[in-house]
């Protein structure tokens, strides 16, 4: 396994319990975090990272995306859901193929690696071609190919559990089962899931009350919420990921919390859709609820960057509530990073000797980040952009000084370029 | 005066007409933009900027900001508005010496260059400082020291009138009056300052029903609105820049439109400071007033991004009326060059023979940009971020392949660093 000294860390933030360092080592090995010291001699490290002007933090995690729709970015913009949805985005995954897929993934990964982000979840099309893309990479995923009781064949609980149960997971990747929402699923299939899941311990991950339409919906078919519905189904559980969870209420944010669900805030995505409403973060923070952020995907964003997101979902909160007081960038970076990676099911990624060396260095020269000394980092990155520098992913360096290592971002971007021309 | 080739731009998009163009050569000297053309040959320039895989447009307006707050950037965050002044930012300014506003606005104007700003309003302390400082960078300002009614014998009428009025206007820096807001002027002042503006043309930048309190105080002292008052002291006219006017009736707004009154739309620094509220841009640019964009100040935002306050000024205005089709990322761009130009009294920088050369150029190998070829410019910058690469300014290189030429960017640095000792 490489080792890699990152030294002389202008500040090292650990985002899991607040504490900001200046000016150590961290030494990297078996994918782990060995020391965090102040010496920095007596390493024998296959790469030695400059971190003078840098700040170390644990890397980033967006739970809620679809990778290849990068394709799509642009091509469905301010619309609302339902006709983004069957007049543009229907039609044109139509046309998708596995190849498509891959190119589109590896060119959202590469925005990912850049934008800090270390772990993500995907729901989308041809997840083989993104588990490739991303074991290509370099980054953690959890991988849940959707399901639907519809038109798409390869996407019926049957083909789709049998993928997910003939996989091997592994440290880097993790398969999960991704019915879309309680509007495209039967209620059998949702019961047949949550039995498959308990049974296998496989995580699930579905869009839960994105819009007053899908829960109006749910009363309207079954007399209840949506979440009481996958109450009912058995997949409020631990091992479940809610993306959006916007139109829910006080009851159903209990109900959340007492089954340990875990919730993908995605403000960006959700403001654009218009949809209305605000997902109730305070409200499930103070239940205990596991928050974390998700971008969505490219064409309903258009950004993958989580820091971008956050900015713009403190905003949404204070903004919202009357309340400027209302959600710190300290608390914003712990659920972006602990509680993101435990939503995932990924390992803790404290800045911690024996810990996952999951790391990215943010560049401290950003004019914007310049600031008095008594302003503590999250402040300086939240509210303002910053550029990522370096990412490593379970002890390997994925990118060293804004370099990617792992695949020719020159290549990835002219392959897209050239699936692009298919639609 | 220098001339420049930007050549073989892969985009030439003009935010005034919204033509978007491919594989150009834009001409510039003697400070106009003197042909853009297929050819790329027979210029005699001193400066050739290979521009394949960017974009060229007109330079960026940021029409509220207050730079030598960069000082004070995350020591005031998440507090409400009156606590934000009273227990932060007031007890800073008293410590505020013309040196410190120097290299603080010297770091706003690197801010500003890096995010693609040609030109922007400024308001605040010391603004001879922040003369010094625009004029050693090169950027557009006008400059409105503000006037108060209060402690700082700077800043009272007399004082801030004789500045003003002695000053020599340029193609470059423009003077004008700032009073601060209705709240901290007496009512005779604003009517003299109306007197003024009248009399010696000169423009006006005043913050507008920023919160609700402001308004109610107004109705409370006069019996009638913030823009009603205004009008009654002379200050609507086409000179005055009225910042936020979030807290304003469709009466209101009727009478800005009506008197030609810019509007200076501050999305994040109002989310951020959650006074409730959105400013009502539908209608105001409806009624035909001028709309642009403003950043406010490093201590309420806490980026002078104006790419970035445009993002989120979208999402803002979509999901508060519910309504994903309002405001198209074209839209916002020529507000945010075309009407902040008109706002702040600059040239006309169509990207057209004979305007001014104010021009900046994107990083298209940015991998968010690469989108379908049906996607227009406007979606693909305003939707995700994206790196400027070159700045010109009344055809001077002010930025070129991301080296500023005009300051030392290390040293203005360095200078910032030792300035936020004194606080």
Same mark, same amino acid.
């Given at each position: 396994?490489?080792?890699?000294?990152?030294?002389?860390?202008?500040?090292?933030?650990?985002?899991?319990?607040?504490?900001?360092?200046?000016?150590?080592?961290?030494?990297?090995?078996?994918?782990?975090?060995?020391?965090?010291?102040?010496?920095?001699?007596?390493?024998?490290?296959?790469?030695?990272?400059?971190?003078?002007?840098?700040?170390?933090?644990?890397?980033?995690?967006?739970?809620?995306?679809?990778?290849?729709?990068?394709?799509?970015?642009?091509?469905?913009?301010?619309? @609302?859901?339902?006709?983004?949805?069957?007049?543009?985005?229907?039609?044109?995954?139509?046309?998708?193929?596995?190849?498509?897929?891959?190119?589109?993934?590896?060119?959202?990964?590469?925005?990912?690696?850049?934008?800090?982000?270390?772990?993500?979840?995907?729901?989308?099309?041809?997840?083989?071609?993104?588990?490739?893309?991303?074991?290509?990479?370099?980054?953690?995923?959890?991988?849940? @190919? @959707?399901?639907?009781?519809?038109?798409?064949?390869?996407?019926?609980?049957?083909?789709?559990?049998?993928?997910?149960?003939?996989?091997?997971?592994?440290?880097?990747?993790?398969?999960?089962?991704?019915?879309?929402?309680?509007?495209?699923?039967?209620?059998?299939?949702?019961?047949?899931?949550?039995?498959?899941?308990?049974?296998?311990?496989?995580?699930?991950?579905?869009?839960?009350?994105?819009?007053?339409?899908?829960?109006?919906?749910?009363?309207?078919?079954?007399?209840?919420?949506?979440?009481?519905?996958?109450?009912?189904?058995?997949?409020?559980?631990?091992?479940?990921?809610?993306?959006?969870?916007?139109?829910?209420?006080?009851?159903?944010?209990?109900?959340?919390?007492?089954?340990?669900?875990?919730?993908?805030?995605?403000?960006?995505?959700?403001?654009?859709?218009?949809?209305?409403?605000?997902?109730?973060?305070?409200?499930?923070?103070?239940?205990?609820?596991?928050?974390?952020?998700?971008?969505?995907?490219?064409?309903?964003?258009?950004?993958?960057?989580?820091?971008?997101?956050?900015?713009?979902?403190?905003?949404?909160?204070?903004?919202?509530?009357?309340?400027?007081?209302?959600?710190?960038?300290?608390?914003? %970076? %712990?659920?972006?990073?602990?509680?993101?990676?435990?939503? %995932?099911?990924?390992?803790?990624?404290?800045?911690?000797?024996?810990?996952?060396? =999951?790391?990215?260095?943010? =560049?401290?020269?950003?004019?914007?980040?310049?600031?008095?000394?008594?302003?503590?980092?999250?402040?300086?990155?939240?509210?303002?952009?910053?550029?990522?520098?370096?990412?490593?992913?379970?002890?390997?360096?994925?990118?060293?000084?804004?370099?990617?290592?792992?695949?020719?971002?020159?290549?990835?971007?002219?392959?897209?370029?050239?699936?692009?021309?298919?639609?």
């Amino acid at each position: 396994m490489t080792a890699i000294l990152l030294k002389g860390a202008s500040i090292v933030y650990d985002t899991y319990t607040g504490k900001q360092l200046c000016n150590l080592n961290v030494y990297i090995e078996d994918g782990l975090i060995q020391e965090i010291t102040e010496k920095s001699t007596g390493f024998k490290s296959d790469y030695v990272v400059e971190c003078n002007k840098k700040a170390v933090l644990p890397g980033l995690a967006n739970t809620h995306t679809h990778l290849a729709m990068t394709l799509f970015r642009g091509l469905a913009d301010d619309l @609302p859901l339902r006709e983004w949805l069957e007049k543009r985005i229907w039609p044109l995954e139509r046309k998708l193929k596995r190849e498509h897929a891959l190119v589109a993934s590896k060119l959202g990964l590469i925005e990912l690696v850049k934008a800090g982000v270390t772990a993500f979840a995907d729901n989308y099309f041809f997840e083989d071609a993104l588990v490739e893309a991303t074991k290509s990479v370099g980054l953690r995923a959890l991988v849940c @190919p @959707p399901i639907f009781d519809g038109e798409f064949e390869e996407h019926t609980l049957s083909h789709v559990s049998n993928l997910v149960l003939s996989q091997r997971c592994d440290a880097l990747v993790k398969w999960g089962f991704g019915p879309h929402s309680i509007y495209s699923c039967k209620k059998e299939t949702l019961e047949q899931i949550g039995a498959l899941s308990k049974e296998h311990e496989i995580r699930v991950t579905i869009h839960l009350a994105e819009t007053r339409w899908s829960q109006v919906l749910c009363e309207k078919s079954f007399g209840k919420r949506e979440t009481d519905l996958l109450e009912e189904c058995g997949l409020l559980s631990p091992r479940t990921l809610a993306s959006h969870a916007v139109w829910v209420t006080k009851q159903e944010i209990r109900k959340l919390a007492n089954y340990e669900v875990s919730v993908s805030f995605c403000p960006v995505s959700n403001m654009k859709l218009a949809e209305g409403g605000v997902a109730p973060v305070p409200e499930l923070l103070k239940e205990g609820v596991r928050v974390s952020f998700g971008t969505d995907g490219a064409a309903s964003n258009n950004s993958l960057s989580v820091l971008e997101t956050i900015k713009i979902g403190l905003l949404l909160i204070k903004h919202s509530r009357w309340d400027p007081t209302l959600l710190k960038p300290h608390e914003a %970076l %712990l659920i972006a990073t602990k509680n993101g990676y435990e939503a %995932l099911g990924f390992p803790k990624h404290a800045l911690q000797t024996g810990n996952a060396a =999951d790391v990215i260095t943010l =560049d401290l020269r950003t004019p914007s980040v310049i600031c008095h000394r008594s302003v503590p980092l999250p402040n300086r990155i939240v509210y303002a952009p910053v550029a990522t520098v370096d990412v490593i992913v379970s002890g390997k360096p994925i990118m060293i000084n804004g370099k990617i290592l792992t695949i020719d971002e020159e290549e990835a971007k002219q392959e897209f370029t050239k699936a692009l021309e298919d639609f």
